[in-house]
């Protein structure tokens, strides 16, 4: 059983900054990829970024530039680094890894 663990949401003005950490119980080393996805409310989840266990980075079009995902396999973690955030990024954040491994969600509020 893999568990996932999102923390770092929060409020922040626009164009403020956050960093999300999803941490998983055992090695990520073992994953092939991983992924932060977003839900706005009365939205569909769509996907933010991903990794693979080769480092290769992927993004929507909406965060590129601004967001940056890395992973630490010493500690078990993926993280979004995000910049010049938006009210438009205000979402709760999910960490994924397949074959259908979530975790709880972590909120960010991105003020005007």
């Known amino acids: 059983q893999v568990q996932l663990v999102e923390s770092g949401g929060g409020l922040v003005q626009a164009g403020g900054s956050l960093r999300l950490s999803c941490t998983a119980s055992g090695s990520i080393f073992r994953f092939i990829a991983m992924y932060w996805y977003r839900q706005a409310p009365g939205k569909q989840r769509e996907l933010v970024a991903g990794?693979?266990?080769?480092?290769?980075?992927n993004y929507a079009d909406s965060v590129k530039g601004r967001f940056t995902i890395s992973r630490d396999n010493a500690k078990n973690t993926v993280s979004l680094q995000m910049t010049s955030l938006k009210p438009e990024d205000t979402a709760v954040y999910y960490c994924h890894t397949p074959p259908g491994y979530w975790g709880q969600g972590t909120q960010v509020t991105v003020s005007s």
């Open positions: 990794i693979t266990k080769s480092c290769v980075t």
